[in-house]
């Protein structure tokens, strides 16, 4: 049986799944395009928005303890 080809989800690369060491990857480099882009907000998982947090310090307030 022949080993699974899968394709990059950044570059669109063929690799190997069994051998490829950052799959879903085929590089560590397209690995952190991936993240950058989670990070950035170019990428998320549709869903309504959390409520705001009771503890949100707004801009020109101070935290509860805060002198």
């Known amino acids: 049986m022949s080993p699974a080809r899968v394709k990059c989800p950044t570059c669109r690369r063929d690799l190997d799944w ?5 799959r ?6 397209c690995r ?8 950035s907000g170019q990428r998320a998982i549709p869903g309504e928005s959390a409520p705001p947090s009771e503890n949100h310090v707004t801009e020109g307030q101070t935290s509860k303890g805060d002198t």
């Not at 069994?18 to 950052?22: H, I, L, S, V």
């Not at 879903?24 to 480099?29: A, D, I, L, N, Y």
């Not at 952190?32 to 990070?39: P, T, V």
Request: aromatic fraction near 22%; charged fraction near 20%; include cysteine.
């Open 24 to 29: 879903p990857f085929c590089s560590e480099r």
């Open 32 to 39: 952190l395009i991936d993240l950058g882009a989670w990070f």
């Open 18 to 22: 069994e051998t490829a060491p950052f």
